[in-house]
């Protein structure tokens, strides 16, 4: 027999999207319940590079001082070439100012922040989800372990590869991402960088971001078979690149390997469910706006919530004001995706010139207090 429980609102989803907004619902006073697939919160990918915008909505959410104590900040950006020719670089203190400096912090860290003061009854883990069932009042979230949470709102923020979307929008699959057909993301020990720089080859991408404490957090991609290991992918690339691919061929665990997709869907919501984060709007991490998108998505999304309008219009009223911002930066990372693909010499002449205005256009609309145009 199904034993059932009775919440304002459901998330499913206990990833950064699932934390933040269940976080910001307990903060209004909203009921929420947090169902978990996994037995313990999980920490795919290790750290998170946070720009500007994510730091300004982690700040709205009252958390600015404590993120700022946390991990290194990125005062700047560079360019390069897979022989370390610099191509361009960014100053992101001049451009963000210091309240907004981006920062990379490991995401186990960010995890416990968003989590810390939530009482444990909030969460229940291994919690698969397999029905969602509403009519015009109510959802009913319905788990593997016969358990059924029933409440005014279901909230799928769980991620690229979204059970909730599955359940509720069967005919909306992922794509592949145009940048790369999948990536590898990392922790390992800092070859001697001191900022955030990528290497683009040939092979593929090659990021690393320094991390504090000797170690960086690294992103790469690439067409080429890496079943050989990555010293062999990115071979012909500068040292601190070889150090790092060695060590990591030498420490699996250190690497996690994935399918790079992204989701583009004509609709985020019904009367009585809506989707946030990467279950929404996954997009390749080109401008890395993965958790920023996410925590703006919770702001919003609780805002609508705790306002005391009738929520079977707030999956309507969300899109109305994400809808416009997502947009941007799927298409700006279509831009810069389309130019990485080029061949290297190609690239390699157009990035000095089209880089920092593609950084510019990017990016300036996100600032806070900035209006994304129409």
Known sequence: MKSTHHFDAIVVGGGLAGLAISRQLHEAGIGVVTLERRAAFANEGFAINLPGNAIAALQEMGLGERIAGMGRPTKRREYRDHRGRMLFDIDEDAFWGQDCRPRC??????????????????????????????????????????????????????????????????????????????????????????????????????????LGNGEVYGWASSDVDG???????????????????????????????????????????????????????????????????????????????ADGSDWSQAAARFETVRRQRVAHVQAMTDKMSRAARLPAAIRNLLLPFVGPKNYRATYAPLRPGQVVAG
């Open 105 to 210: 912090v490991k995401r186990n860290e960010l995890m416990d922040l968003l989590r810390d003061g939530l009482p444990d009854s909030m969460f229940r883990m291994s919690s698969q989800v397999e029905g969602i069932a509403a009519d015009a009042s109510a959802v009913t979230v319905t788990t593997a372990g016969q358990q059924a949470f029933t409440g005014r709102i279901a909230i799928g923020a769980d991620g690229v590869h979204s059970r909730t979307r599955a359940l509720v929008f069967p005919d909306a699959a992922t794509r592949a991402a145009m940048l790369s057909p999948s990536s590898w993301r990392f922790l390992a020990p800092d070859p001697g960088i001191d900022c955030w720089t990528v290497w683009a080859g040939p092979s593929g991408l090659f990021l690393l971001i320094p």
């Open 227 to 305: 079943s050989h290991g990555l010293a062999h992918v990115f071979r012909q690339f500068p040292p601190e690149v070889r150090r790092t691919a060695d060590f990591l061929d030498a420490h699996p665990g250190n690497i996690h390997h994935s399918p790079l997709e992204e989701v583009r869907i004509p609709s985020w919501g019904n009367e009585r469910v809506v989707l946030i984060g990467d279950a929404a709007h996954a997009t390749a991490p080109v401008w890395a706006q993965g958790g920023a998108l996410a925590f703006e998505d919770a702001n919003a999304l609780s805002g609508i919530l």
